[in-house]
């Protein structure tokens, strides 16, 4: 078996944690919106793969520009398809590094779903994953493993806990406070 084999296992085994967060995120929430919070789940992985796929894994994986802040824009994914999915003499294809990082920016996505659940409309919720999978992970994504200012600074991110857990941490964090707390959750007695 092949080293892409077991990236691509990786890969799979991370796009299991969107059912895991779905079903933390349904046991936070009272009944009600059981429903609710299931689909915005579902939703980070639908909606992230068409804005991912159509621009933003160029913004991640594309030429480095701007002096690293962001990868140059391309249709190589749609272009160049054929090269893209053919295997290289060395490394991995085109297409694993891809859906190895589509699972990842959808991950990001989902770690803010539960700090705000209860509390978004649904259509209000799918925009918010649109802009995140579309350029919030990417951008900052290609500064550590788009070959981006971090990475050139010989930073290096063991298993995503900054590209990933830190940057969903934090617009989690911002999505709480700006919506405050759940009313009728959390009462004095």
């Not at 933003?56 to 520009?65: A, F, I, K, S």
């Not at 996505?109 to 799918?126: D, L, P």
């Amino acid at each position: 078996m092949t080293v892409e084999f077991w990236y691509l296992i990786g890969a799979a085994l991370v796009f299991w944690m969107q059912a895991g967060f779905a079903m933390v995120e349904t046991g936070f929430t009272r009944a009600k919106n059981a429903g609710n919070i299931i689909m915005k789940n579902l939703m980070d992985f639908c909606i992230g793969t068409v804005v991912f796929s159509l621009l933003g894994y160029t913004l991640m994986m594309g030429e480095d520009t701007l002096f690293g802040l962001i990868g140059l824009p391309n249709m190589d994914l749609f272009a160049n398809f054929k090269n893209f999915i053919a295997s290289p003499g060395e490394g991995f294809t085109g297409a694993s590094t891809f859906v190895f990082n589509l699972v990842f920016c959808a991950t990001t996505a989902t770690i803010v779903s539960g700090s705000m659940a209860e509390r978004t409309k649904f259509s209000a919720y799918c925009i918010y994953s649109a802009v995140i999978s579309l350029f919030v992970y990417p951008i900052e994504a290609h500064w550590i493993w788009g070959g981006g200012w971090l990475s050139k600074l010989g930073f290096h991110d063991y298993a995503g806990s900054c590209a990933i857990h830190m940057v969903g941490g934090i617009a989690a964090l911002v999505g709480a406070i700006i919506l405050g707390p759940r009313i009728g959750k959390y009462v004095k007695d």
